[in-house]
């Protein structure tokens, strides 16, 4: 008598595995893998993985996927190991991540990963994801890279070099970039939130004809605009800050990162470095190099000032002052403001936000906010409200809030902001023609009466 087993189909074979500490935590993804790859996928936990991974039926594997909460992050070191075994074997590497702070993202996109899905996954997200890994050559797939620290080689007038974002192709006006500078009154003020999305904003004002955009996070020391776009720190930034007089476009041009093809980075370098390494001859130098190539340079200033602030205060068109409604930040921005008096260095182009702003609901905010201006002798040409938690989480996720937070109220007004400046020059385009100190003086002017 013939067994029944004989006529069963045979297993298909596994095309994909997940790797998590209970895979049962994260059910909408067992639901995605399951539409995606039907039966072809199994789960392992961290110490199978790492097993699996060493036999040579790993490199029939297509991909893998890793999901992490912020239980795992004590394990991050294994993990990374397992993303390394993984690149051994050939094989992408997905990473779904749910509350994981954004050193540990940096650090496992660093490690290799190649692309990436926030949980609870969004509809169709992994989807997306394992799309990108399957094409090759894909934007996306290439901005991942980047984020994971590789370089993609690319040919250049017949050479082989690192290829150059696509945003440093050359300014569009007929006019010298405008520089913008932001500095917290006090450390938490939110300026390099302010500094990343503005630089976003203004790099999307319009579909066609957007001023190309460089963030440049001077603060040597804790710098986190890379953080919160999950860019790579280049070596060659150091470089480039140790010998600013000897460096051209070009090798400014290669120590940038690019966030989505779109928004260039002058990131902080990846070391702790003092800040005194650079003077007001080389910040003038730098943002000289920025001018050239970009339409808009926001500059991300350390919350400490420095021996070179006043060069950044003479180069910026404005030098936003982020202050909060509290005690500390209005004593600090009235006595940075004092500091600047007594050294002789002109408070014409000091421009102060107010960040996390009492919402439209409470009706006592409107007066707090005229008595905090009055107290500081000062006009807020912008007042951003708290755009609350999600702030955080979309920093964590280290993308901008206009991609994952665009009806939040502090969005919304950022864009405003990007819009005032925006406006200013196209202004400035229409009716300078040579750049000169007359034709600077009346930029800036321009630019403070469009938030009057």
């Not at 596994?14 to 935590?25: G, K, Y």
């Not at 997905?94 to 949980?119: C, K, N, Q, S, T």
């Not at 800050?241 to 990162?257: H, I, K, N, P, T």
């Not at 650079?278 to 919350?303: K, N, S």
Request: hydrophobic share 45%; glycine share 8%.
């Amino acid at each position: 008598m013939s067994s029944n087993l004989a006529i069963l189909p045979e297993p298909e074979p596994l095309r994909a595995v997940t790797v998590s500490r209970d895979v049962q935590e994260f059910d909408l993804l067992i639901e995605d893998m399951e539409a995606e790859l039907g039966e072809a996928w199994g789960d392992l936990d961290f110490a199978e993985a790492a097993a699996f991974l060493r036999q040579d039926e790993a490199q029939k594997l297509e991909f893998l996927v890793l999901a992490m909460d912020q239980e795992d992050e004590p394990r991050l070191s294994q993990v990374i190991e397992l993303i390394s075994l993984a690149k051994r074997a050939t094989l992408r590497v997905i990473l779904v991540a749910e509350g994981l702070g954004p050193m540990a993202l940096h650090e496992l996109l660093r490690a290799g990963a190649d692309d990436f899905a926030p949980y609870p996954l969004p509809e169709n997200a992994l989807s997306e994801a394992v799309a990108r890994i399957r094409t090759p050559g894909r934007a996306d797939s290439d901005d991942m890279m980047r984020r994971a620290g590789a370089d993609l080689p690319q040919t250049v007038d017949g050479t082989t070099a690192p290829a150059l974002p696509a945003t440093t192709g050359g300014r569009t006006g007929a006019t010298e970039g405008a520089v913008f500078a932001i500095q917290s009154a006090a450390g938490g003020n939110g300026a390099t939130t302010i500094a990343v999305n503005l630089g976003w904003e203004l790099a999307n004002i319009s579909k066609t004809g957007a001023p190309r955009v460089c963030v440049v996070d001077l603060n040597l020391q804790f710098g986190s605009v890379a953080t919160y776009l999950d860019l790579p720190r280049k070596p060659m930034i150091y470089e480039v800050l140790s010998d600013v007089s000897s460096m051209d476009e070009q090798a400014f041009r290669q120590a940038l990162g690019t966030y989505k093809d779109v928004l260039s980075v002058f990131t902080a370098p990846a070391d702790v470095l003092p800040l005194d390494l650079i003077g007001p001859e080389d910040v003038t130098g730098l943002l000289t190099l920025a001018r050239d190539c970009f339409d808009i340079v926001i500059v991300d200033m350390p919350c400490t000032v420095t021996g070179w602030t006043d060069t950044v205060i003479s180069q910026a068109e404005l030098f936003f002052v982020v202050s909060e409604m509290e005690v500390r930040s209005a004593q600090n921005a009235l006595r940075f403001q004092n500091l600047l008096q007594s050294e002789g260095v002109s408070t014409e182009r000091l421009s102060h936000l107010l960040n996390r702003a009492p919402g439209k609901m409470d009706m006592g905010g409107r007066s707090r906010i005229e008595k905090m201006a009055e107290s500081l002798g000062v006009k807020f040409h912008a007042v951003l409200p708290d755009g609350g938690k999600q702030v955080t989480e979309v920093n964590d996720q280290a993308a901008p809030l206009r991609e994952l937070a665009p009806r939040n109220a502090l969005t919304k007004e950022i864009q405003k902001l990007a819009q005032g400046l925006h406006e200013a020059r196209e202004r400035i385009e229409a009716g300078d023609d040579v750049v000169s100190a007359k034709a600077r003086s009346k930029k800036r002017a321009i630019f403070g009466l469009s938030f009057g």
